[in-house]
C-alpha cells in the first residue's frame, strides 16, 4: 500500500498540519438576554447555564466575555407586555431600554460590537414578527416599522442591524431608511433563510414571544426547501445586505454550504437555542461529553461555510482556549 491516510493522522501535531477548517473566537457573536431594571438574572429552565439578565448584568458579561476574546454580541430584548401593542411602538421610542443598553455598552465598551435584532415579536402584542390584521401578517405596512426600529438602535449605537423578520424586501427598506439618516456604515445581517423550526422553544420562553394565534409558516421557510434559499439571498444581497444568515445551523448544513459557494459576502449562521438545549440536556444526563460535542457542533457549521455563528456556546467554547 503506497497510499495510507492514516500516516497523516498519527499524532496531534501531523494532525493539526493537515486540519482544514480552523474556529475561533474571531468567528463567534454571543447572544445575550436583556431585562429592564437592575441587579437581574433569571437562569431560562430550557436553556441551562443562560440567563436573561438586567444591564448593570449584562455590562458585567460583556467584559468577562471580551477577556475571553469574544468581541461581537447580539441583544435580545424581554419586553413586559405592558409595553407591548399591535403596532410595536415601543421599539423606536426614545429611551426604550433596549437602546439604552446599546449605548451604555457602546460607552463602557466600545471595542464591542454590537448587533441588534430588528422584529416586531417581542414588542408585538400578538407576538409576531410582523404587523397582524384580521389574523394576516400584513408585508408592506410592517416595513415602515421596521425602519423606524433600525433607525433608532443604529441612533443607539449599534454596529450591526440584524433583521429577523423575513418579511420581503425589508432589507432594502431598512438599508435605504439608514442611509437617509446618515447611517451608511451601520451594516445589515440579514436573516436570509430563517426556516419554520420546532428548535425556536427555548429562545421564545427566554422573550416570552411566542405567537399569540397561529404559527409563523407564511414568513418563515419551509424545512423542506433547500434551492428556495437561494431567492431569498439573491433579493437580500441586492438590496444592500453585507451578511446573508442562514437559521437555523446545523440542521440545515447544506444551506450554508450552497450560499457560501454562490455569494460573495460573508455568512452567517444561528446556532439555535434549541440545539444548544440539545447537546446541554444530553450532557447534563451524561449521555455526551459536553465540550466535545459543543466543539464538534460548531466546527461542523464553520466547515460547511459560516463565517461567522452566532452561539450560546461562545462563552464555553472560549475558555478552552482553542
Avoid at 13 to 39: A, K, Q
Avoid at 181 to 198: L, P, Q
Wanted: negative net charge.
Amino acid at each position: 500500500m503506497t497510499k495510507r491516510p492514516r500516516r497523516n493522522r498519527k499524532n496531534s501535531v501531523v494532525r493539526s498540519h493537515i486540519r482544514e477548517t480552523h474556529l475561533s473566537t474571531d468567528h463567534l457573536i454571543y447572544p445575550l438576554f436583556l431585562l429592564d431594571g437592575n441587579n437581574k438574572k433569571i437562569e431560562i429552565e430550557s436553556m441551562p447555564d443562560i440567563f436573561r439578565l438586567s444591564l448593570d448584568n449584562i455590562l458585567k458579561e460583556v467584559e468577562s466575555c471580551l477577556q475571553l476574546g469574544i468581541r461581537t454580541f447580539v441583544l435580545f430584548p424581554a419586553v413586559e407586555e405592558s409595553l407591548k401593542d399591535k403596532t410595536a411602538t415601543y421599539s423606536y421610542q426614545k429611551g426604550n431600554f433596549y437602546c439604552a443598553a446599546i449605548s451604555s455598552i457602546k460607552k463602557h465598551f466600545p471595542e464591542a460590537c454590537i448587533m441588534t435584532d430588528v422584529a416586531m415579536d417581542p414588542y408585538s402584542s400578538d407576538g409576531h414578527d410582523g404587523l397582524v390584521e384580521n389574523g394576516q401578517i400584513l408585508n408592506d405596512e410592517t416595513l415602515p416599522i421596521l425602519v423606524k426600529m433600525s433607525v433608532a438602535q443604529a441612533e443607539a449605537g449599534a454596529d450591526i442591524i440584524g433583521p429577523s423578520d423575513m418579511m420581503d424586501g425589508r432589507v432594502g427598506a431598512i438599508r435605504n431608511g439608514l442611509d437617509a439618516n446618515g447611517f451608511e456604515n451601520v451594516a445589515i445581517m440579514s436573516y436570509t433563510a430563517k426556516y419554520a423550526s420546532a428548535f425556536y422553544g427555548p429562545f421564545r420562553d427566554a422573550l416570552d414571544s411566542a405567537p399569540k394565534s397561529g404559527d409563523k409558516k407564511t414568513y418563515q421557510m419551509d424545512p423542506a426547501n433547500k434551492y428556495e434559499s437561494l431567492i431569498e439571498a439573491e433579493l437580500d444581497y441586492t438590496e444592500g445586505a453585507d451578511y446573508l444568515m442562514v437559521k437555523p445551523a446545523s440542521l440545515y448544513l447544506d444551506v450554508i454550504h450552497l450560499l457560501k459557494e454562490n455569494y460573495q459576502v460573508p455568512i452567517a449562521a444561528y446556532n439555535i437555542s434549541g440545539e444548544y438545549s440539545m447537546v446541554k440536556a444530553a450532557a447534563l444526563k451524561g449521555w455526551l461529553d459536553y465540550e466535545a460535542a459543543m466543539s464538534e457542533m460548531l466546527l461542523s457549521i464553520k466547515r460547511a461555510g459560516a463565517d461567522v455563528i452566532l452561539t450560546y456556546f461562545a462563552k464555553d467554547y472560549a475558555r478552552l482556549g482553542k
